[in-house]
């Protein structure tokens, strides 16, 4: 079998698999190289803002809109572009991607030592150089796309938005790849840590202000698994913003564990937690102080 047809077959068992896994996903333009070297955006525009990257119009007129997780309707597209590149609906899962060019992979270590590594999970080495890391949402949390929320150099797909999933190829000629040890058959898709859900989700995002009802239910009712790390993470921070000393916000939200998440988390984890958050509540309360002085 020639390489362009062992391409075609690894593209539309890849998209395919990705629909097994309940992840919608739709066609992208791809490369195509030239003979005088190089390669070019798959649409034919010679200054493609996005190339080999965006949706194929005449298979996804509505771009990511038009994504499925229906195996029949991914194995018709790409028997008719065998070689597009395969765009994967976020907002079911949730992706960190990070650009080193512009320090992304600096951004993601200084918010390491200051929260703790991120989870093992899904990661991709995208064809530009960069990285994509994959996580799970807990049900309630509604992450949209951002950029460098997180930090220089790191972006944010969720809701709404999309990734270039493996086996595509870059502009450059390189492909997307799943990393040693991380790919979805070897890998578990891991929750998004509640230190990075509470930057995203924190004061700052518009739309999200918890109302007083909200926190009393919170409280009252407790979570279940999946939405604990979230919960804690939210919890710590409102009473943090509402200047509750840190110790007796730590213990307060330790009662709480026990007494409302089901299962609780273990303190040791609730402790790295809280401490995560107050440490950004301490660098808020720093600048602030300076912008008054």
């Known amino acids: 079998m020639s390489g362009i047809a062992s391409l075609d077959r690894r593209m539309v068992d890849s998209a395919i698999e990705l629909t097994r896994r ?15 070297g190089g390669f070019v955006c798959s649409c034919g525009t010679a200054r493609c803002d996005s190339p080999a990257k965006h ?16 195996p029949a309707t991914v194995r018709h597209w790409w028997s008719i572009a065998p070689l597009a590149n395969i765009g994967l609906a976020t907002g079911p899962v949730v992706v960190l991607d990070i650009d080193p060019r512009h320090g992304g992979d600096e951004s993601l270590s200084t918010l390491e030592r200051q ?26 949390s509604e992450i949209r796309n951002s950029a460098g929320r997180l930090g220089q150099g790191l972006d944010i797909r969720g809701v709404g938005g999309y990734v270039v999933a493996p086996p595509s190829v870059h502009i450059s000629g390189h492909p997307y790849a799943w990393s040693v040890d ?10 998004m840590p509640g230190w990075m859900v509470h930057l995203l989700l924190g004061p700052a995002a518009a739309g999200q202000k918890a109302t007083v009802q909200d926190w009393r239910e919170l409280v009252t009712d407790g979570v279940q698994d999946g ?10 921070g409102h009473l943090l913003r509402r200047y509750v000393d840190p110790e007796l ?11 409302r998440c089901r299962p609780p988390l273990s303190q040791e984890e609730v ?18 102080l300076g912008r008054t002085c």
Request: with cysteine.
């Open 22 to 36: 309940k992840l919608p996903v739709f066609p992208l333009t791809s490369p195509l190289r030239l003979k005088i």
């Open 271 to 288: 402790t790295r937690t809280v401490g995560s958050i107050a440490k950004r509540e301490l660098k808020r309360r720093e600048a602030q």
């Open 249 to 259: 916000a730590h213990q307060l939200i330790q009662a709480w564990n026990i007494a």
């Open 115 to 140: 929260h703790g590594t991120v989870p093992h999970t899904w990661r991709v080495l995208t064809g530009g150089g960069g990285e994509h890391i994959y996580f799970a949402v807990s049900q309630g």
């Open 55 to 70: 949706p194929m119009a005449r298979l996804a007129p509505r771009g990511v809109k038009n994504a499925s997780a229906d």
């Open 227 to 236: 939405c604990r790390n979230t919960a804690v993470a939210r919890l710590t």
């Open 182 to 191: 991380h790919h979805p058959d070897h890998a578990p898709l891991a929750l």
